[in-house]
């Protein structure tokens, strides 16, 4: 019986740098080794049936990371796990996986939103003045190149929760299909280069607010 499966995994050290095609590739070779029965495409050239809940940036640690499969024949979400880990460079983990239920969306058509973790290389003191003033700010207006071609755009409303804790940036900002802001969007503005960013979560909109994906 045909099912579909939401994978959670983490991409973090040197896999951070291999680009979203790549980081295809080592996923389709884990699920071939690893035999588990997914389903293939028809046609001239069959591929996997597999798709992201939303690319990670290169150079961005992934928490919690997405990836949804189609499934030939039922598998109990455990033994996917135990089936993938061997086969998974160093740096990366399947940390679980379920079933998607009957009627329920598509990860990538759920993401609204992102959290992210990022270290920074100034003081705590000036972190905090940064924060305020990024805070404090009506607008923020970036370049962003899309398909009718590079427009302005003004992203603070987009930066929907921000906090400082030492050295330590917290950011909730808009993903997805319909917005989806870099980390780098708000560091830039607030003239910040990071020693390290981390996606911690993909999350959904509810009448309360936020929660996480899986």
Known sequence: MASRMLILFSKKGRMKYIGHLDLLKVLQRAVSRSKIPISYS????????MSFALPLPIGVDGEREIVEIELEADLAPEDAVG????????????????????????????????????EADISPEELELRLEGALARKEMKILKKGKGGVKEIDIRPDLIEASACGNCLKLRLSAGSVK???????????????????????LKKTEDGFEPIF
């Open 83 to 118: 089936a993938l880990n061997p086969h998974m460079p160093r740096g990366m983990e399947i940390l679980s996986a379920r079933r998607r239920a009957e009627g329920e969306k598509t990860p990538a058509s759920k993401v609204a939103a992102a959290d992210y973790a990022v």
């Open 180 to 202: 989806n802001i870099k980390a780098e969007d708000i560091l830039s503005e607030m003239n910040l280069k990071p020693k390290s960013i981390c996606r911690l979560e993909l």
């Open 42 to 49: 028809q046609g001239f050239n069959p591929h996997q049936q």
